[in-house]
């Protein structure tokens, strides 16, 4: 695909030049920017993968924290007086 850009001479010169320094051609390194900063075409692979990395790290009192104010923000942001992590199923249901 050809794409025609229009970019301020400052932009041009900044991306002429991380070229230039990484050894690449303008159209290179640009297919590369791209293709590293757009969405994967796979988003749930992504996500599944990041979930998995939290997952793995071996920090259970961060991982109990982060749970915690999950569940707290989560009652907290409804349009119902219903919470959805009622404290008496505490270690039952949830």
Known sequence: ???TLHLPLELEQR???????RGFSLDEYT?????KYLPPTDRRTEIVTLLQ???DEKNPEEQQETGEYLIR???EDRFSDRQL????LKDISW
């Open 1 to 3: 695909m050809t794409l």
């Open 15 to 21: 991306l002429l030049q991380a070229a230039s320094r």
């Open 31 to 35: 297919v590369q920017l791209l293709d």
């Open 53 to 55: 990395s939290w997952l």
């Open 73 to 75: 923000t989560l009652d």
């Open 85 to 88: 992590f009622p404290a008496e």
